[in-house]
């Protein structure tokens, strides 16, 4: 009697891990942040593998070209339900600039961040919200840190429009120095076939003093199991006469 009411135990537990598990969700890739949030006593382990920014310009008549790579990395673990903290770090780093027959390389370290989410509840078996509040503090080399502190709060809102399709839009409002910017992300996630899904973002940035700044994201997901994920990205530069390209690859774990 005794083994089989430790039995019905572990499997409870087991199946009470598993919808923990399916109810979660990551918030790589892509430039917006889902509206999953870690369960409490877990750890989600979010990593690029690496992260890819190409810049190609035109400075003083001659062709500059810029490619970094960086390994960021985010951890996310629940507090209490509906809340997790989030410690980020955009990793070491490594870059390269043609110009004028001549490369330049660089190596150093990112910036560091904490944020804070929380889900809304919205009454709505398809509707789900959450906000954010992030610190990204500028404890990078000067290659590759933003120089000053950067105070960023944010919302998304997801839709789950049927079983294939998801909708969404996440804002971002940040203050960096006394001058604020205003980001907003509309997306759209859409299964493909068995484990692969894939999504499509447009990223409208306006930052103080500053053009419109417009891009455009796609990317591949592939889930290992309920809890991990392979992903790869891509995103183009719209507006300017500037080339700039980011890319990566990732890969997110929930322990």
């Known amino acids: 009697m005794k083994l089989l009411q430790k039995t019905m135990l572990l499997v409870c537990c ?21 509206t999953g949030i870690t369960p409490v006593g877990r750890l989600a382990w979010e990593q690029s593998l690496p992260s890819v920014n190409y810049q190609q310009s ?16 985010l951890l ?3 507090l209490a339900s509906g809340l997790e ?11 390269q600039t043609k110009y004028r027959g001549q490369t330049h390389e660089k190596s150093g370290n990112g910036d560091v961040s904490i944020a ?32 000053d502190d950067i105070y960023t709060v944010g919302s998304s809102l997801d839709y789950k429009f049927n079983d294939l399709v998801n909708t969404g839009i996440s ?7 006394s001058d604020w910017s205003v980001t907003a992300v509309p997306n759209i996630n859409y299964k493909i076939a068995g484990k692969l899904s894939g999504f499509s973002e ?19 997901i ?28 990732g890969f997110a774990y929930l322990f």
């Open 14 to 34: 087991s199946s009470s891990m598993a919808v923990l598990a399916n109810d979660f969700s990551f918030d790589r890739p892509g430039t917006g942040f889902g």
């Open 58 to 73: 035109t400075l003083e008549g001659d062709r500059q070209k810029n490619l970094t790579l960086n390994g960021d990395v």
């Open 76 to 78: 996310r673990t629940g």
């Open 85 to 95: 903290l989030q410690l980020g770090w955009d990793g070491p780093a490594w870059s």
């Open 116 to 147: 804070l989410k929380k889900a809304i509840d919205l009454n709505d078996d398809k509707m789900s919200m959450a906000v954010l509040a992030r610190a990204q503090i500028a404890t990078g080399n000067d290659e590759f840190s933003a120089h």
């Open 171 to 177: 804002m971002y409002y940040e203050v960096q120095n």
């Open 202 to 220: 447009f990223v409208y940035r306006k930052q103080e003093s500053q053009a419109y700044q417009y891009s455009l994201g796609q990317g591949l």
């Open 222 to 249: 592939y889930s290992l199991n309920d809890r991990a994920q392979l992903d790869a990205s891509i995103a183009v530069q719209l507006n300017g006469d500037d080339r700039d390209y980011k890319a990566g690859l």
